[in-house]
């Protein structure tokens, strides 16, 4: 029933930017936690940026941190992740996840055992040159 839907995602070569969109049905997305994750074949999916819903903290891994940048349109119902001066390694598959939690940090929330609530099925980054 509470749905998100990611978006945004295609081929972008380094140093190039891209906007990554969360879509929220079914629940009123600005009550919630949302957090962006990614994961790359073979490998654990892990926290890249999320956003709290009670003071709109954020929290950003440090490997996208001043590249990455986390945002809520509550008229839209949508999250974005905007993407610049990607890097080889950001190639994955980008998942958004919602979740109501009393868990104050937002560092702490932002990892795949947090008491997320529901998962979108995730969409493709590639960089590549």
């Known amino acids: 029933q509470l749905q998100l839907v990611e978006s945004g995602g295609g081929l972008v070569q380094p140093g190039g930017s891209l906007r990554l969109s969360c879509a929220a049905s079914g629940f009123t997305l600005d009550k919630y936690t949302i957090g962006w994750f990614r994961q790359a074949p073979g490998k654990e999916r892990d926290g890249v940026s999320c956003i709290v819903s009670s003071d709109g903290s954020t929290y950003y891994t440090d490997s996208v941190k001043g590249r990455f940048t986390i945002s809520r349109d509550n008229a839209k119902n949508t999250v974005y992740l905007q993407m610049n001066s990607v890097e080889l390694e950001d190639t994955a598959v980008y998942y958004c996840?919602?979740?109501?939690?009393?868990?104050?940090?937002?560092?702490?929330?932002?990892?795949?055992?947090?008491?997320?609530?529901?998962w979108g099925q995730g969409t493709q980054v590639t960089v590549s040159s």
């Open positions: 996840a919602a979740g109501l939690s009393g868990i104050t940090s937002v560092q702490s929330m932002c990892v795949k055992s947090a008491p997320w609530a529901s």
